[in-house]
């Protein structure tokens, strides 16, 4: 059984910063890619940031600069720094992690985090 477990999240002013983590647990061979997402009221889940095993590194356009992510593989943990918070990055954000396996011969699978909040006030 896989576990992901998030934290940081809260209430800020703009131009103020957060650091969210997400740790994952449980029988874990090797994890591809780690990542977060978004989901505004009313509106889609939408990529923020991904980060492979490698290191390689995607963002929204909406967050670059701004944001920054980074991963600790030894602790299955990935993190994610906001600085320059703005009142249209409230939301609440979800981990992702996509590619996980639990032994070398099982196939992968992907697993969500069960959310955390980020509001940011004007």
């Known amino acids: 059984q896989v576990r992901l477990v998030e934290s940081g999240g809260g209430f800020v002013q703009a131009g103020g910063s957060l650091r969210l983590s997400c740790a994952a647990s449980?029988?874990?061979?090797?994890?591809?890619?780690m990542g977060w997402y978004r989901q505004a009221p009313g509106k889609q889940r939408d990529l923020v940031a991904t980060?492979?095993?490698?290191?390689?590194?995607n963002y929204a356009d909406s967050v670059k600069g701004r944001f920054a992510i980074s991963r600790d593989n030894a602790k299955n943990t990935v993190y994610l720094q906001m600085n320059s918070l703005k009142p249209e990055d409230t939301a609440v954000y979800y981990c992702?992690?996509?590619?996980?396996?639990?032994?070398?011969?099982?196939?992968?699978?992907?697993?969500w985090g069960q959310g955390i909040q980020v509001t940011v006030s004007s």
């Open positions: 449980g029988s874990i061979f090797s994890i591809n890619a």
């Open positions: 992702n992690v996509a590619g996980l396996r639990v032994q070398i011969s099982f196939p992968p699978s992907d697993y």
């Open positions: 980060i492979t095993s490698g290191g390689i590194t």
